[in-house]
C-alpha cells in the first residue's frame, strides 16, 4: 500500500464527481492506462471498459474512454457487467486491459475504478504507483494527433461469452431442474444476467433488485442487506436465496429456512467439497484473510487442509494462490475465488458451485453449514479523523495486551483500517460470547478517543 496517493485497496473510490472521482481525473488515469500498456506492448491497446448502474457511470465510462482514444488506444465499452466478467471478458479477448467502474457494495453516490491486466488479474501495486505518476504528473505521457488517436465502440454481444464461461462451472453431470432459486441482484451489475445464468440451467428465479434506475444499486436489497430475500425464500419455499452485491463479485447465501449463511461457513463447505473431488490442488491450501473466524482455520485443520491468512482483499487472495498453486481462498465478506474458473471474486459462480456441494453430499445447505463451528466474533466500525499505524498508540496498544489477556489462547484480536473508507475496524473473537463483546465495546472506544 506504500507509496500509493490514488489506489486504495480496490481501485481508486470516492464520491462521483468529487476528486479522485472526477471526470478529469477519470481522462487522465484513461490515458495513463493506455500509455503502459502502449509502452510495454508497442501497439495500439485494446482497453475492455465495463461498469455498474451507477448514475455516474455514464460520465466516468465516457470520460475513461475519451481518455483511451486520445492517447490512441482502442475502447470496448460492453455496458453494465459484473467484475468478473470483465475480467473474463479482457482475459477472452485477449485484450490489454479491462476496466471496470463501480463502487462495489457502497451506495451510489460513490463511484470507483478497478484495472485487471492481460490475464483478468488486478493490477499489482508497483503498476499502479506507476499509473499514479502519470496521472498526477500528465507531462509524462506523450501526446497523440492525427491518425495515432484511437476509437471506442460498443459490444454488448460479449455479455453472452461470460454466461457461457459461468454455467460451466457447474460440473455437466449436475442440473438446477427442481430447484427454486430467489435471486436478489442488488439492482447492479447482475440485475439481468443472474437469473439469466440460473434460468438457464434450469432452475425456477424470483427475481429481485433487478430493477436499476442509476440510484437504487445496493439500497435495501443484496449482499449487504439480505433481509428481503430471506422473506421471499421463505414466501415462496424456495431452496435457496442468493444475493449480489452491486458489481456481483460476491455473494450471500440464505438456506430454505431462510437464514443467512455466514461467509466462513461457505469457504469450509466449499474448500472441503473442493478437497473430496480432488480439485483443492497439490497445495492442500485454502486461501483467506486476517478477518476470518479462527473455527473455520480450525475446521479446515481437522479435515486435513491448511488455512493460509493474508490481508484483507481479494487482490490479496488471488496473488498468494498465484504464487503457492492454491485453487481456493475466499472472505467472510462474500468473496469466493475458484481459481480454476475465475481469476476474482465471482458471486454468481460461487453461488453455482455451493448449488453443486449440495448435490454432491445430498443434503441441505443448512446440515452442511452446521458441521463448521464458529467463534463468537464481535466487530465494530470507528470513524477515524487520522491513520497512525495502532503500535504506535500507547493507549491503544495497552488495552490490546489487555484484551488479550482475558482471552487466552482460544481468542483473537484484530484492529485494521478499513482501504476505502475512514474507519478503523474492531474485531474481537473467543469462545465466551459475553466477554468477546464487551471487550469489543472496550477497544472501540479506546480506539475512538484515540483517533477520532
Known sequence: MSGRKLFGTDGVRG??????????????????????????????????????TRLSCYMLEQAFSSGVCSQGGKAILTGPLPTPGVAFVT???????????????NSFEDNGI????????????????????????????????????????????????????????????????????????????GYKLAPTVFEELGAEVISLGNTP???????????????LCAENVKKYRADLGVCLDGDGDRLT?????????????????????????????????????????????????????????TQVGDRYIVEHMRQSGALFGGEPSGHLVFKKYSTTGDG???????????????????????????????????????RVPFEEMPEIKKAMILAEGKLGKEGRILLRYSGTESLARVMVEGRDPQLVNTLCLEL?????????
Open 253 to 309: 447465501i440464505i438456506d430454505s429456512h431462510g437464514e443467512v449463511i455466514h461467509g466462513d461457513k461457505l469457504i469450509g463447505l466449499c474448500g472441503n467439497f473442493l478437497k473430496e473431488n480432488l480439485e483443492i490442488g497439490k497445495t492442500k491450501e485454502v486461501v483467506g484473510t486476517v478477518m476470518s473466524n479462527f473455527g473455520l482455520e480450525s475446521y479446515f485443520n481437522q479435515k486435513g487442509l491448511k488455512f493460509i491468512r
Open 15 to 52: 464520491k462521483a464527481n468529487i476528486y479522485p472521482m472526477t471526470g478529469e481525473m477519470a481522462f487522465v488515469l484513461g490515458r495513463a492506462v493506455t500509455s503502459y500498456f502502449q509502452k510495454n506492448f508497442s501497439r495500439r491497446p485494446l482497453i475492455i471498459i465495463g461498469k455498474d
Open 213 to 227: 434506475n442509476g440510484t437504487n444499486i445496493n439500497l435495501g436489497c443484496g449482499a449487504l442487506h439480505p433481509q
Open 91 to 105: 482475459q477472452s479477448m485477449r485484450a490489454d486491459a479491462g476496466v471496470m467502474i463501480s463502487a462495489s457494495h
Open 114 to 189: 478497478k484495472i485487471f491486466d492481460r490475464t483478468g488479474h488486478k493490477l499489482p501495486d508497483d503498476i499502479e504507483v506507476e499509473l499514479e505518476k502519470m496521472v498526477l504528473d500528465p507531462s509524462l505521457i506523450s501526446l497523440k494527433v492525427g491518425e495515432e488517436l484511437g476509437n471506442a465502440k460498443r459490444l454488448d454481444e460479449v455479455i453472452g461469452r461470460y454466461i457461457v464461461h459461468t454455467k460451466a462451472a457447474l460440473s455437466p453431470q449436475y442440473s438446477l431442474e427442481g430447484l427454486r432459486i430467489v435471486v436478489d441482484g442488488a439492482n447492479g451489475a
Open 444 to 452: 472501540s472506544d479506546v480506539v475512538k478517543k484515540s483517533l477520532s
Open 348 to 386: 454468481i459462480l460461487a453461488a453455482l458451485k455451493v448449488i453443486e456441494s449440495m448435490k454432491f453430499y445430498d443434503r441441505d445447505l443448512s446440515e452442511l453449514a452446521g458441521e463448521i463451528e464458529l467463534f463468537p466474533q464481535e466487530m465494530k466500525n470507528v470513524n477515524v479523523a487520522r
